[in-house]
């Protein structure tokens, strides 16, 4: 019943800055785990960020002090802020209910 959609990626210079926004649709109810991962061209997925309905948040140390995920309830979104991009960063991100639900993705590209 829930579903998820991102948007907000696009084209960037390193160093730059971009927003994702993860739009949740439907209820949610008791524990659960929002996240963001990403998979980059010719590599496997990888675990970006993540956060509990209570709040608390953890991040791969890859996009530690970089990255940081939130939570607008007045949208119903979760958002990613990403900052100090550099071109390894370059992936499709996903948005993910409990690693278990999942949106389509939105492209990131970090080049000059």
């Known amino acids: 019943q829930v579903q998820l959609e991102e948007s907000g990626g696009g084209l960037v210079q390193p160093g730059g800055s971009l927003r994702l926004s993860c739009a949740v649709s439907?209820?949610?109810?008791?524990?659960?785990?929002m996240g963001w991962y990403r998979q980059a061209p010719g590599k496997q997925r990888e675990w970006v960020a993540t956060?509990?309905?209570?709040?608390?948040?953890d991040y791969a140390n890859s996009v530690k002090g970089r990255f940081t995920i939130s939570r607008d309830a007045t949208k119903n979104t979760v958002d990613l802020q990403m900052n100090s991009l550099k071109p390894e960063d370059t992936a499709v991100y996903y948005c993910?209910?409990?690693?278990?639900?999942w949106g389509q993705g939105t492209l990131v590209t970090v080049s000059s």
């Open positions: 439907g209820r949610i109810f008791g524990f659960y785990v």
């Open positions: 956060m509990t309905g209570g709040g608390i948040t």
């Open positions: 993910t209910k409990d690693a278990r639900i």
